[in-house]
């Protein structure tokens, strides 16, 4: 079993209901969910900033998958939970979960890049991070933590509700 970190966000809908039917959804594909951080609303950042805010959160998870299953099993929940393919980079979505972190995993294909490519340089991904594990670190040894000291504070990360609630299965 190796332990990883996935991101959660939506902005569609009834957003923190879309992040807790992720969290129920994962034990069923092969992850089992550890915890989550506290939901925090951000505004958008990316392509797209001329939408709705997000509300994003992130989970401690233990799978055997390796990095491509992870992903698969991503996308599937992403699928079953509504969001289409396709559509505009960074725009709108009822529910978004990326692969950040998968043990001490360095791994880069077409599809996938571990750690995540924007791991160190999102406030709304390294805030709940840390408040999983303040001691978190990349493969290579980067310090989440030293990454959101020298971050600009220009992506607004609010406090929005407590913790996701993990399934009891899986």
Same mark, same amino acid.
């Given at each position: 079993?190796?332990i990883?970190?996935l991101?959660?966000? !939506?902005?569609?809908?009834d +957003? +923190?209901?879309?992040l807790?039917?992720?969290?129920?959804?994962?034990?069923a594909r092969?992850?089992?969910?550890?915890a989550?951080?506290?939901?925090?609303?951000t505004?958008?950042?990316?392509?797209?900033?001329?939408?709705?805010?997000?509300?994003?959160?992130?989970?401690?998870?233990?799978?055997?998958l390796?990095p491509?299953?992870?992903l698969?099993?991503?996308?599937?929940?992403?699928?079953?939970?509504g969001?289409? !393919?396709?559509?505009?980079r960074?725009?709108?979505?009822?529910?978004d979960?990326?692969?950040l972190?998968?043990?001490?995993?360095?791994?880069?294909?077409e +599809?996938?890049?571990?750690?995540?490519?924007?791991?160190?340089? +999102?406030r709304?991904?390294?805030?709940?991070?840390l408040?999983?594990?303040?001691?978190?670190?990349?493969?290579?040894?980067?310090?989440?933590?030293?990454?959101?000291?020298?971050?600009?504070?220009?992506?607004?990360?609010r406090?929005?509700?407590?913790?996701?609630?993990a399934? !009891?299965?899986?």
């Amino acid at each position: 079993m190796t332990i990883g970190y996935l991101g959660l966000g !939506s902005n569609v809908g009834d +957003r +923190r209901a879309h992040l807790q039917a992720a969290v129920d959804a994962l034990p069923a594909r092969g992850v089992r969910v550890l915890a989550s951080s506290s939901t925090y609303d951000t505004d958008p950042v990316g392509e797209v900033l001329d939408q709705p805010d997000f509300v994003n959160a992130c989970l401690r998870v233990e799978t055997e998958l390796g990095p491509d299953a992870l992903l698969d099993a991503c996308k599937a929940v992403e699928h079953e939970l509504g969001r289409a !393919s396709g559509g505009p980079r960074h725009g709108p979505r009822p529910i978004d979960v990326d692969v950040l972190l998968l043990g001490d995993i360095q791994y880069a294909t077409e +599809r996938l890049t571990l750690p995540h490519e924007q791991v160190l340089a +999102r406030r709304f991904v390294l805030i709940p991070l840390l408040e999983l594990d303040f001691a978190l670190t990349t493969p290579s040894g980067a310090r989440l933590a030293d990454a959101l000291a020298v971050l600009p504070v220009d992506e607004d990360v609010r406090h929005a509700g407590p913790p996701l609630m993990a399934s !009891s299965t899986g």
